[in-house]
C-alpha cells in the first residue's frame, strides 16, 4: 500500500424494529444505551432510526471491522429493549402510523418547514466519505465522478420491499430520498463559487434550511475534509458497505491521478441513468458510465472495477474487490436477496428475518 492513500470513514443508517418487524419508536434511546468502543453512534430524523459512523480508515479491513462492531453494539442495545437492528433502505412492512420524530429542535423545525416530505422519504442510507486535500479538489472529482454514480448505486441496492410489497425496484429508497428539493445528482461544476451559488439560491429559496441539507448524490462534507456520497442504500452486510467505500475510493484516486475532462452529460440524462440503475440493480440493465448505452449491470459493475484497478492495487483493496463483485454477481444485491425470500410466502416480515443484525 502506499503512503498517501486516501482515507475514508462509512455512516450506515438502519431502522430499530419490533419482534413483529414493525417500526419501534426506541432508535434514539437505542443508540444513547449502545456501548460505544470506537468510531460515533448518533440520532437520526425520526425515532425509529439510529446511525452509526466509523473512524478515519486506511483498509478495508479497518472499515470492515468497524462496521461489524458498531452493528453488533446497536444491535445488541435494540435487543435489550426488545427489538432489532434492520439495514434495509426502506421499511419492508406498512406501517399504520408515521414515524415520531426524534425530539430536537432541528428535526422538528425539518418536519413542520417540509411536512409530508420529511415524514415519508423515511429511509436508510449509506453515506461514503473520501478525504480531499481542499474543496477546490472536491469540486472537480464530483465534476468527473458523475457517470460513475450509477453503476455505483447498484452495489448496496437493497430496497426491493417496501410497504409489504415488491416495489420492482432495487433501491426504491433513490426514488423516495429524491423528494427532497436538494437532492438527486449534483451538476456539473465549474469552480467552488457554482456550487455555492446554488447553496445560496437553495437557502434564499427555503429548500433547504441549514447547509446540512445540502442532499446531493455527492457533496463537500460541511464537517470534514472530505467528499461526501449519499446516493447508496444501507448495505445488507457489513462486508457489502466496505466494498462499496473501497471501490468509490479508487474511484476518485484514479480521477485525482487523471487529467480526463469532465463528461458531457446533462442532469437530466444523469438523472435517467439514476432512475434505471435504481429500478434494475445488479440483475438488469445499467447506463454504462462511458457509453450511456445499456448493458448488464453485472459487466459494468466489472469495468468499474477495472478503471480503478491500478489505485485498488495500490490501496490493497484489488482481491477485495474481485472476490467480493464475484459473491455479488453469484448472491445478488440485497435487493435480490429480499426479492427472492419474499417470493417465497409473499410476507414482508420474512424480509425482516432475513436482514436483521444478529445481536449474539
Known amino acids: 500500500m502506499k503512503?498517501?492513500?486516501?482515507?475514508?470513514?462509512?455512516?450506515?443508517?438502519?431502522?430499530?424494529?419490533?419482534r413483529d418487524g414493525h417500526l419501534s419508536q426506541t432508535g434514539d434511546v437505542v443508540v444513547d444505551a449502545a456501548d460505544e468502543d470506537e468510531g460515533e453512534l448518533q440520532h437520526?430524523?425520526?425515532?425509529?432510526?439510529?446511525?452509526?459512523?466509523?473512524?478515519?480508515?486506511?483498509?478495508?479491513?479497518?472499515?470492515?471491522?468497524?462496521?461489524?462492531?458498531?452493528?453488533?453494539?446497536l444491535a445488541k442495545a435494540a435487543a435489550r429493549r426488545g427489538c432489532?437492528?434492520?439495514?434495509?433502505?426502506?421499511?419492508?412492512l406498512a406501517e399504520s402510523e408515521l414515524p415520531a420524530i426524534t425530539p430536537n429542535p432541528r428535526y422538528e423545525r425539518m418536519a413542520e418547514h417540509f411536512g409530508a416530505t420529511a415524514r415519508t422519504s423515511h429511509t436508510c442510507g449509506c453515506h461514503v466519505h473520501i478525504a480531499i486535500p481542499d474543496r477546490e479538489t472536491g469540486i472537480r472529482v464530483i465534476a468527473r465522478v458523475r457517470p460513475w454514480l450509477p453503476a455505483l448505486l447498484t452495489v448496496t441496492a437493497n430496497s426491493a420491499i417496501c410497504d409489504g410489497y415488491d416495489t420492482s425496484y432495487s433501491s426504491w429508497r433513490y426514488q423516495?430520498?429524491?423528494r427532497w428539493p436538494s437532492a438527486g445528482p449534483p451538476p456539473a461544476f465549474t469552480s467552488l463559487d457554482h456550487y455555492e451559488s446554488i447553496v445560496d439560491g437553495w437557502l434564499r429559496a427555503g429548500a433547504i434550511l441549514d447547509r446540512q441539507m445540502i442532499y446531493w448524490d455527492v457533496r463537500l462534507s460541511e464537517k470534514q475534509p472530505?467528499?461526501?456520497?449519499?446516493?447508496?442504500?444501507v448495505a445488507a452486510t457489513p462486508e457489502e458497505a466496505g466494498l462499496l467505500g473501497a471501490l468509490i475510493r479508487g474511484v476518485v484516486a484514479?480521477?485525482?491521478?487523471?487529467?480526463?475532462?469532465?463528461?458531457?452529460?446533462s442532469n437530466e440524462v444523469l438523472r435517467a441513468h439514476l432512475w434505471r440503475a435504481s429500478r434494475e440493480g445488479l440483475s438488469g440493465r445499467c447506463p454504462h458510465p462511458r457509453t450511456?448505452?445499456?448493458a448488464p449491470a453485472t459487466e459494468v459493475l466489472d469495468d468499474v472495477v477495472a478503471f480503478a484497478a491500478g489505485a485498488l492495487k495500490e490501496n490493497g483493496d484489488h482481491d477485495f474487490l474481485r472476490d467480493g463483485c464475484a459473491r455479488l454477481v453469484e448472491g445478488g444485491c440485497g435487493?435480490?436477496?429480499?426479492?427472492?425470500?419474499?417470493?417465497?410466502r409473499k410476507r414482508a416480515e420474512d424480509v425482516v428475518d432475513l436482514l436483521a443484525v444478529r445481536a449474539g
Do not use: K, M, Y
Open 226 to 233: 472530505t467528499l461526501e456520497f449519499r446516493f447508496a442504500d
Open 84 to 92: 432489532r437492528l434492520l439495514p434495509c433502505g426502506s421499511s419492508p
Open 292 to 294: 450511456g448505452d445499456l
Open 176 to 178: 423516495q430520498w429524491s
Open 254 to 265: 484514479t480521477i485525482l491521478g487523471s487529467d480526463e475532462r469532465p463528461a458531457d452529460l
Open 44 to 73: 437520526e430524523l425520526t425515532r425509529s432510526q439510529a446511525e452509526s459512523a466509523t473512524g478515519i480508515c486506511t483498509t478495508h479491513e479497518e472499515a470492515v471491522r468497524q462496521l461489524r462492531n458498531l452493528r453488533a453494539d
Open 3 to 18: 503512503d498517501d492513500v486516501l482515507t475514508f470513514g462509512i455512516e450506515e443508517e438502519f431502522f430499530v424494529v419490533g
Open 335 to 344: 435487493a435480490d436477496r429480499q426479492r427472492a425470500r419474499f417470493a417465497e
